[in-house]
């Protein structure tokens, strides 16, 4: 078990509505990245965020926004949620290197 | 065509057999190889990480890149159905802003039959 965790574990929410995803980075972590995962696909990166501040993002529109926090832990934020958003959400996080980041369990959030 | 392209499976072989997981890519600007595990309602877990070509050796794990082909390679010994879980490649580049770019497959999923 990496010492990175997430909640919630599972969530459903409707077309429309707004959805909060916290993590909680592991002990001396700086960098916290966020994924979409759909099922049957490899993760896509979200965004990434350094010292509390956005460091990369990928191709997701602007109401997937986040935040980091000075104990850096993170927030993913969607707004206005559509079918399509329906994923395993995943958090993950590192100290110098992408490379060896460590990944939460992930949260499942299914948008009726 | 995909940066990176993985085989989905399913993968199904018997415990004890020598199982070989590959990824191709496209883009000569990967620097860094990796291999994930991914069991069933988790995340992925870093098995091994990569730089140059050649092999890199883990317990029962092996990776291998080939920089020339751009094809890397993951071979499990002795394959126990602890193993059985779907293994991810991801591979990154310097991206744009200096900041490191990871790109995935789509996963390969294994079952590792007793």
């Known amino acids: 078990e990496t010492g990175v965790t997430q909640s919630p574990t599972h969530l459903i929410k409707t077309r429309g509505q707004q959805v909060t995803l916290r993590c909680s980075s592991q002990?001396?972590?700086?960098?916290v990245s966020w994924y979409q995962q759909a099922l049957g696909q490899g993760p896509q990166f979200i965004f990434q965020y350094y010292r509390e501040e956005e460091n990369g993002r990928g191709n997701f529109p602007p109401r997937f926004s986040g935040l980091q926090f000075p104990n850096y832990s993170s927030e993913l934020n969607v707004n206005a949620l559509e079918l399509d958003d329906s994923a395993l959400y995943l958090c993950a996080s590192s100290s110098d290197r992408v490379e060896t980041q460590y990944f939460g369990p992930g949260t499942r959030l299914l948008v009726l | 065509q995909k940066e990176v392209e993985q085989d989905p499976g399913p993968l199904s072989v018997p415990e004890g057999a020598i199982v070989s997981l590959n990824c191709t890519y496209s883009?000569?600007?990967?620097?860094?190889f990796m291999w994930y595990r991914q069991y069933s309602r988790k995340g992925p877990e870093l098995l091994m990480y990569?730089?140059s070509s050649g092999n890199k050796e883990d317990g029962r794990f092996t990776a291998q890149v080939d920089k020339s082909s751009k094809y890397i390679s993951l071979f499990i010994r002795d394959s126990q159905p602890s193993d059985s879980a779907t293994y991810l490649c991801a591979m990154s580049y310097l991206g744009a802003g200096n900041n490191r770019k990871l790109i995935w497959g789509l996963g390969t999923s294994l079952a590792v039959n007793p």
């Open positions: 990569t730089y």
């Open positions: 002990s001396g972590h700086n960098t």
């Open positions: 883009n000569s600007a990967f620097q860094y």
